[in-house]
């Protein structure tokens, strides 16, 4: 018997997850949905959550003010609980990648293929956790990954094949 398959998701896989409004949303519900049955083992780089958290929060503020809704301190709370929502089911559903010193030490050497730094810890990450495929739907991440990459919607269709 193989080894699970081991997929390291990008910030933005999990926005569009916690995100209904954004483009790759079905399509990520979909991945998880299809990594949890076939016991994929899923993972993050652990600075993923921290910027899922406050895009999450900054998203939900930004839907009430758009409703013309004051901010107070209660709906401030509320969106900040379905960060927090948010960030539990990541903890739940998949496993940080430590961001570690050997990660960090690659990273830095990743500029000049790749130059954003964020982007560069995730490959980094995947790189030192030995992820079968990074999945983005960054078009920019996905033309330099130094790692095997697929998007959302590639992924799907991959992990669909395996199962047929």
């Not at 903890?91 to 293929?113: C, E």
Request: proline share 4%; charged share 20%.
């Amino acid at each position: 018997m193989s080894a699970p398959l081991k997929l390291l998701l990008d910030a933005n896989i999990w926005l569009d997850l916690y995100l209904p409004d954004r483009m790759h949303h079905e399509c990520s519900n979909e991945l998880i949905d299809l990594a949890i049955a076939m016991d994929a083992e899923v993972c993050y780089a652990a600075n993923t959550i921290t910027d899922v958290f406050y895009l999450v929060k900054a998203t939900q503020k930004e839907a009430l003010r758009s409703d013309g809704l004051k901010l107070s301190e209660g709906l401030s709370s509320a969106a900040s609980e379905v960060a927090w929502g948010c960030i539990r089911n990541m903890y739940d559903i998949a496993a940080p990648i430590p961001t570690s010193i050997p990660v960090l030490f690659l990273a830095t050497k990743m500029k000049d293929v790749h130059p954003d730094f964020e982007d560069d810890v995730v490959l980094a990450s995947g790189q030192t956790a030995d992820v079968d495929f990074l999945v983005t739907n960054d078009k920019a991440l996905l033309a330099k990954a130094i790692i095997p990459a697929l998007s959302s919607r590639d992924m799907v269709a991959y992990l669909k094949s395996m199962n047929a």
